[in-house]
């Protein structure tokens, strides 16, 4: 079982910039393909990106805007947000899966990943 901390959320201005980090611990980080979700007030948790088998994937309402990386000597997952909206703003969770278990067409339903941090508020102030 993994364990997943994420850290780095804070209040920004629009425009500016985060990074987000998601360090797991408990099991070899490269065992999992990786995510993030985000959920705003009354509303659904939604899919914004993911490291799958090696492939990245985005939410279309990120694209050209947010970016993944990881450092498996670090077992830390990153999100890069950048050109931040008011409509960014949200509790941002990561998630893991142990690699080869999740299919493409359900990689972005929140109920399709096992193992959730306790997310981190990031608030996009105008």
């Known amino acids: 079982q993994v364990h997943l901390v994420e850290s780095g959320g804070e209040l920004v201005q629009t425009g500016g910039s985060l990074r987000l980090s998601c360090t797991a611990t408990?099991?070899?980080?490269?065992?999992?393909?990786m995510a993030w979700f985000r959920q705003a007030p009354g509303e659904e948790r939604n899919f914004v990106a993911a490291i799958r088998r090696g492939n990245t994937h985005y939410a279309d309402s990120v694209k050209g805007r947010f970016s993944i990386s990881t450092d498996n000597t670090k077992n830390t997952f990153y999100l890069h947000l950048n050109s931040l909206k008011s409509s960014d703003t949200a509790v941002y969770y990561c998630?893991?899966?142990?690699?080869?278990?999740?299919?493409?067409?359900?990689?972005?339903?929140?109920?399709?990943?096992?193992?959730w941090g306790q997310g981190t508020q990031v608030t996009v102030s105008s």
């Open positions: 998630a893991a899966n142990p690699r080869g278990r999740l299919i493409l067409s359900s990689m972005a339903q929140a109920s399709a990943w096992s193992y």
């Open positions: 408990g099991r070899t980080f490269r065992d999992y393909d």
